[in-house]
T-cell receptor, first 116, second 111 residues
Framework: GAVVSQHPSRVICKSGTSVKIECRSLDFQATTMFWYRQFPKQSLMLMATSNEGSKATYEQGVEKDKFLINHASLTLSTLTVTSAHPEDSSFYIC????????????FGQGTRLTVV | SQELEQSPQSLIVQEGKNLTINCTSSKTLYGLYWYKQKYGEGLIFLMMLQKGGEEKSHEKITAKLDEKKQQSSLHITASQPSHAGIYLCGADAGNTGKLIFGQGTTLQVKP
């Protein structure tokens, strides 16, 4: 299957700083990318959907100014957690799919963010 | 909004036993996906179902989508410890382009 690379896999940052997470589709063009957050022993919570060249669509309750999403090219999307706080500590996963309609979605390996 | 309900939430089986995980949608499914996840890792794509009545198999895992396209089941035959993990069903939420997930089923297989 297609490969989605997410980086970094783990990051520890100080409270108040910003952290950028990258999500790259390595062998296909990702017209749509999704960002999820996963709490321990829970399912994936969709944070936002981004289409290349457009502004991301955020889910209700997700702060746009805190979780900045950029999808500047067909192979790269970034999530920046700004002014991180300990409650932002979580597992973040990106997903990418190509084309329109019902197509396979491939996932990155996830990023474990710990804010201290 | 569309919701996916998975059952059971957790499952412990003896190695060699068969098991079934269900995924029920509050609305018609236009695309149903099954993924497996090891805790703290990414998701591994298992299968995608689109048509009512469709059934797909991969090794010892079979997934079905019912005729009404509102429920899917994942069946594992002769389970092995390597099948342990979290199984997630996902679906396209209508025409929104969003991919949503059920709450997951945690499977443990005892040797």
């Amino acid at each position: 299957g297609a490969v989605v690379s997410q980086h970094p896999s783990r990051v520890i940052c100080k409270s108040g700083t910003s952290v950028k997470i990258e999500c790259r589709s390595l062998d296909f063009q990702a017209t749509t990318m999704f960002w999820y957050r996963q709490f321990p022993k829970q399912s994936l919570m969709l944070m936002a959907t981004s289409n290349e060249g457009s502004k991301a669509t955020y889910e209700q309750g997700v702060e746009k100014d805190k979780f900045l999403i950029n999808h500047a090219s067909l192979t790269l999307s970034t999530l920046t957690v700004t002014s991180a706080h300990p409650e932002d500590s979580s597992f973040y996963i990106c997903s990418a799919r190509s084309g329109q309609g019902v197509t396979e979605a491939f996932f990155g390996q996830g990023t474990r963010l710990t804010v201290v | 909004s569309q919701e996916l309900e998975q059952s059971p939430q957790s499952l412990i089986v003896q190695e060699g036993k068969n098991l079934t995980i269900n995924c029920t949608s509050s609305k018609t499914l236009y695309g149903l996906y099954w993924y497996k996840q090891k805790y703290g890792e990414g998701l591994i794509f298992l299968m995608m179902l689109q048509k009512g009545g469709e059934e797909k198999s991969h090794e010892k895992i079979t997934a079905k989508l019912d005729e009404k396209k509102q429920q899917s089941s994942l069946h594992i035959t002769a389970s092995q410890p390597s099948h342990a993990g979290i199984y997630l069903c996902g679906a396209d939420a209508g025409n929104t382009g969003k991919l949503i997930f059920g709450q997951g089923t945690t499977l443990q297989v005892k040797p």
